[in-house]
């Protein structure tokens, strides 16, 4: 296995997400130093499908994916529920590993998985792109520098449009969990990365758009 700067990285892609064929390869398949060596489906057409468009060898099962030696890291877009046991797969593997947010749910499987690449000497990183935005440079700026006063409070909203196929289906909606990353790791980046939740509501839209009283959870 090469590390990361030792010429192209190799990346091999478990399950055929949304957000990999709309964002995520079509970026990898831009970058000179990054090949798709291959991409993993439980649907060996749907496999072929991604591959057909991006490049590598389709491959039926993550597993399979993992075995292979032309695969230097993984990029895992698989649901949420699925994160922790195969980043903890692919460490234990040997790949480095790109993982979409959320990474885990609980504090103890995150460490769990940190620590297994810190014992082997392996990159573990959350794909949270919006972290690399050079606007949020500019407000770190501004506050370092005291430009805008004391950061006193932060807020943030954050929402997915409802996408459609193209026979007017819905697509699955986005959990809980991968929307309500996006606020708490915004507010990690401004506020510091030992924040605490103190308390949560949840405020359910009607198919209206009128939202009840909030309920606690």
């Known amino acids: 296995m ?5 010429g192209v990285l190799r990346i091999g892609v478990l399950g055929c997400a949304d957000i990999a064929e709309r964002r995520m390869l079509p ?6 130093l990054v090949e798709v060596t291959a991409i993993a489906s439980r649907s060996l057409a749907k496999a072929r499908a991604f591959t057909g468009r991006f490049g590598g ?6 597993a399979g994916l993992l075995e292979r030696d032309d695969v230097d890291a993984v990029y895992l877009p ?3 529920e699925l994160h922790v046991e195969w980043t903890l797969r692919a460490l234990q593997a040997g790949k480095h590993v790109l ?9 103890a499987d995150a460490d769990k998985a940190v620590s297994l690449a810190r014992e082997r000497g392996l990159l573990l990183m959350e794909s949270f792109m919006f972290l690399h935005h050079s606007q949020h ?10 430009l805008i006063g004391e950061l006193r409070l932060f807020g943030s909203e954050f929402g997915i449009p409802l996408r459609r196929d193209a026979d007017g289906t819905p697509r699955r909606a986005s959990t809980l969990p991968e929307v309500a990353a996006y ?4 507010a990690q980046l401004f506020l510091g990365p030992h924040l605490r939740v103190a ?8 198919a209206h758009g009128r939202r009840p009283p909030a309920a606690p959870c």
Do not use: N
């Open 78 to 80: 698989l649901p949420p």
């Open 2 to 6: 090469r590390a990361p700067g030792a």
């Open 183 to 186: 606020p708490l790791r915004a």
């Open 137 to 146: 440079a500019r407000v770190q700026q501004l506050i370092g520098d005291g």
């Open 57 to 62: 060898t389709p491959v039926a099962g993550y």
């Open 199 to 206: 308390g949560a509501h949840v405020s359910p839209a009607t």
């Open 27 to 32: 970026s990898m398949a831009r970058q000179p």
């Open 99 to 107: 993982c979409e947010k959320p990474f885990a749910a609980r504090l």
